[in-house]
């Protein structure tokens, strides 16, 4: 289940978290994204995860035609990143500066989880995704991605033309400003600031 943060647009508070799905698939759609909740539980106790990449394919083959009819998308395959994955540090490094794609970026999670920014006209929201979350990102739109501390990340991705999915990096800087925090199981609250020293 995903956790959506819209920073404040004024200095008086914080922003919001939404853990609603019904909320965060109407407000990601005012920002032109895609939000849903695909069934896991289609799959076998731990398939998501751990079985070959054509059977989780083959098990969502509906779904995933109706996403290409959708979009137009012509392939679709699953990634599949570990902590011990070869290169994964420069994997990471490529998107975790803010970009945008000639293509949409759609991704079915299966396993892991990881945070999207979507830097909008005034702010960048975040999406933190795991399993069971699709995401549309549409083409042109500024963001940059990031695993959680897991380091995991399973999912199924769509391409009009794998080519389009090749970074164009904006420059700014802004994703800088912004600390990849996970709001998954682990996480145990906001930062409580005090005035005792150690
Ligand atoms: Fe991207």
Known sequence: MAVLRIPSRTASNEGSVVRDEQEI????????????????????ENAADLAPADEVLAAFATAIEEMKQRGGYTTADVI???????????MLARFDKEHTHSEDEVRFILAGRGIFFLAMDECVASVEVGPGDMLRVPRGTRHWFTLCDERRIRAVRWFQDTTGWTPHYTGTGVDAHY????????????????????
């Open 80 to 90: 599949d990143v570990r902590p011990d994955t070869p290169g994964l540090d420069a």
């Open 25 to 44: 698939r109407a407000t990601l759609a005012g920002l032109g994204i895609d939000y849903e909740r695909w069934d896991l539980s289609i799959l076998p």
């Open 179 to 198: 600390q990849p925090l996970c709001f998954g199981p682990a996480y145990l609250g906001p930062r409580v600031h005090s005035t005792l020293r150690a």
